[in-house]
């Protein structure tokens, strides 16, 4: 197991921005790490994904608004949230698959590291 840990949540505006960031005691060499959210009473829904390759995959609600990126270095996941919408209030999760040999994938099913969560609320 792999602990994530989450932060950077809050509470803003529409329109606003957030950054989250996961950190990760490490990753192997192939990997896929995305970040999911869930609202109440709702299925939790892949955001974005990235892998050790450093390709990406985006669901339909962020392109264009959110950028998935990751600092090897420091074995630091981000997503960059920008304006922001009312309907992206959730709590958010990051998600890790090691050994993973194939594109990016925002599929929860997928991933079997999951962190604890921080909670994005836009305010209309």
């Known amino acids: 197991q792999v602990q994530l840990v989450e932060s950077g949540g809050g509470s803003v505006q529409a329109g606003g921005s957030l950054r989250l960031s996961c950190a990760s005691a490490y990753t192997s060499s192939t990997y896929s790490m995305g970040w999911f959210r869930q609202a109440p009473e709702k299925e939790r829904e892949g955001v974005a994904a990235?892998?050790?390759?450093?390709?990406?995959t985006y669901a339909d609600s962020g392109k264009g608004r959110f950028t998935i990126s990751k600092d090897n270095a420091r074995n630091t996941l981000f997503l960059q949230m920008n304006s922001l919408k009312p309907e992206d209030t959730a709590m958010y999760y990051c998600a890790y698959r090691g050994n993973w040999y194939w594109p990016p994938s925002i599929e929860p099913h997928h991933y079997n590291n999951w962190g604890q969560g921080t909670q994005v609320t836009v305010s209309s």
């Open positions: 990235i892998d050790s390759f450093g390709r990406t």
